[in-house]
């Protein structure tokens, strides 16, 4: 897509800031850049985005700015989609650590959803304290596959 593209070129030349691609959207992390790095990469964004108008959604995360198509609803919108794109009965697992998880874990309620990160209220069904503490559930989940 161009406007990837766009992203990843244009605010890849600023220190701190990176682009993730997330499939349905796009992520823009700016933890660790400095206060202008963020502005001018805030900037660079919405000039991005400017031809795209209505296009697209903009949603502010824990040192992020998620980009969406304007059809898509948030995140639990996206995982309902995925669910029904499948066909066939699936046990959703979700785990997230940002604000704009929570969508996904109320649309999720009859899979399992986990918030990653400090104690806050949130929708999600368990709880881990960090990201060390995902690694070992996957861990423990790859040798029960196997």
């Not at 992203?7 to 660790?32: A, M, N, P, Q, W």
């Not at 998620?66 to 996206?78: C, D, M, Y």
């Not at 066909?87 to 399992?112: C, H, K, N, Q, S």
Request: aromatic share 6%.
């Amino acid at each position: 897509m161009h406007l990837k593209r766009s992203l990843t070129t244009r605010l890849g030349e600023l220190s701190g800031i990176r682009t993730e691609d997330k499939g349905f959207s796009i992520g823009v992390h700016y933890r660790g850049a400095r206060a202008t790095a963020v502005r001018r990469a805030r900037a660079l964004l919405q000039e991005c985005l400017r031809p795209y108008q209505g296009q697209f959604r903009l949603l502010k995360g824990k040192k992020v700015w998620e980009i969406l198509p304007a059809e898509v609803a948030g995140k639990g919108a996206a995982a309902r989609e995925v669910l029904n794109e499948l066909g066939r009965p699936a046990l959703p697992v979700y785990l997230g650590d940002d604000t704009t998880d929570e969508a996904a874990f109320e649309a999720l309620r009859a899979g399992i959803t986990v918030r990653v990160g400090p104690t806050r209220q949130t929708r999600a069904r368990y709880r881990l304290r960090s990201p060390k503490e995902v690694w070992d559930l996957l861990a423990r989940l790859e040798e029960e596959i196997r």
